[in-house]
Nanobody, 127 residues
Framework: QVQLVESGGGLVQTGGSLRLSCAASGRSFSSYAMAWFRQAPGKEREIVAAVSRGGGWSYYPDSVKDRFTISRDSAKNTVSLQMNNLKPEDTAVYYC????????????????????WGQGTQVTVSS
């Protein structure tokens, strides 16, 4: 089992940047594919980035591609999300998630693939 704690959310103007971090506790961090999801009011939770167990593969939907970057540090048991050129439509609660069932190079992309979730951190982008 793994516990996830996010940090780094806040208020930023359009075009600004934020870096979210997720600290994982528990054993076998390298056994989990990791991802960031977000959920805006009245909308379904959606993936914004995923990284494979080994860190060599990543996935981004078109809505954030070339603006967001996911990375993981297995020595520190952390996964980060660098968000640049933020837009008002990026406003949401952002969640870190861990998937224990992915193969080494997979980047699972749906909420049902992830068993463990953090509590979320609010990101607000003002226009």
């Amino acid at each position: 089992q793994v516990q996830l704690v996010e940090s780094g959310g806040g208020l930023v103007q359009t075009g600004g940047s934020l870096r979210l971090s997720c600290a994982a506790s528990g054993r076998s961090f390298s056994s989990y594919a990791m991802a960031w999801f977000r959920q805006a009011p009245g909308k379904e939770r959606e993936i914004v980035a995923a990284v494979s167990r080994g860190g060599g593969w990543s996935y981004y939907p078109d809505s954030v591609k070339d603006r967001f970057t996911i990375s993981r540090d297995s020595a520190k048991n952390t996964v980060s999300l660098q968000m640049n050129n933020l837009k008002p439509e990026d406003t949401a609660v952002y969640y870190c998630a861990a998937s224990p069932r992915a193969s080494r190079n997979q980047t699972p992309r749906t909420t049902s693939d992830y068993d463990y979730w953090g509590q979320g951190t609010q990101v607000t982008v003002s226009s």
